[in-house]
Each structure stands twice: as C-alpha cells, then as structure tokens.
C-alpha cells in the first residue's frame, strides 16, 4: 500500500514489452505469482492497475471527542475510509484516476505525475495480502470505536434511542 498518495502505475509504453503486451495479452488479464514473473516482463502487465484505484493521504491522530466527528463525518461519504498503519493514520479514498484506460494503462503516460513516476512494483499493493494495523470503513465504527476508545459518558455520537412502541392491551 502506497500513502499519502496517488493512484499510480509503472508502464512500459512505446518499447518491444509493449508492444508485444499490446498484442497478444490485455493487461489485468491473467494474474500470476510476483516471483513467476517472466524475464523482460512488467508486474503491471498482470495487474489490474490497483495503484491508480485509490488516493490515500495523511491525516492527523484523532484523539478527541471531536477529532473522531471529523473521521465519522468522512465516512458518511461514498468510498471513503481511514486505516492505521505504523501508528499513522490515513484517509483513503476509492476512485479511479480518470486517466486510466478500460485496458488498465494509463492514458497520459508521457505526462503522468511525478509521484506517478516515482512509485516502483518493489512494495506495491500488486498481492491481496495487504493488512491494516486498523481499517474503518463505516460512520457506525467510528461510534464503537470512538466509545472504546475517547468518549466520555453523557456524550454519545449516535442517534437517541426511540422511544419504545406502545403494547396494545
Ligand atoms: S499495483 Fe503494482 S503491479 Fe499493479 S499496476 Fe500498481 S505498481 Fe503495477
Ligand atoms: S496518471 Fe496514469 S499512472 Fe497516474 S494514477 Fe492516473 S492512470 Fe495511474
């Protein structure tokens, strides 16, 4: 997993790789083991482009009653979630870069970010084995985990409980 970060890929384009990619296999078709990896081939070509489906950037510690509305008023938002890696903590949103291709390359390689340049295959999120130290993904985890965690009683983040139905006698 990249942070702070970008959607983004390593391509070869305009040389005999791409070409031949080009050619006979669409990217993101066949998926194999990073260390199967044939001589003069890319990782990317076997990948559904992962790295530009998302952009993950930084976000300061929540510690407090407030801080935690902030990270529950985030994932009120469609495709967005925080995780925690290595005591930081990120938000993460899942949107395709508007670049990428149907085939999984990039549409502006020649003038693609430097961040998108700089990323390399060596720690990519390419394997499904990822983890998180912490991942929430709903407002409803931000409650439980802010009343774990920081809340203090009288002070709830969630609805009122409704009052209960009358019984009919
Ligand atoms: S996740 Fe890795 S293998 Fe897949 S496109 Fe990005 S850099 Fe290439
Ligand atoms: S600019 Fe290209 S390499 Fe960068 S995220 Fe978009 S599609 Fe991926």
Redesign the pocket.
Known sequence: MKYAS????W?VVGNRVGVDVMATVRFGEQKINRDQLPEGKVLCEYCT?K??RYFALPIDTPESFEDWEFVRWYLLHDRASVFLDEDNWYLLVHTT????GDDNR????ET??QI?RDYTTDNCEYEDSWTYDKYLETPEQVWEYCEATVQKKGRSIRSPQPPLLPVAH
């Open positions: 970008l959607g983004w890929r391509l482009a790295c530009c870069c508007k670049h990428l990039c549409g502006i390689y693609r970010p998108c």
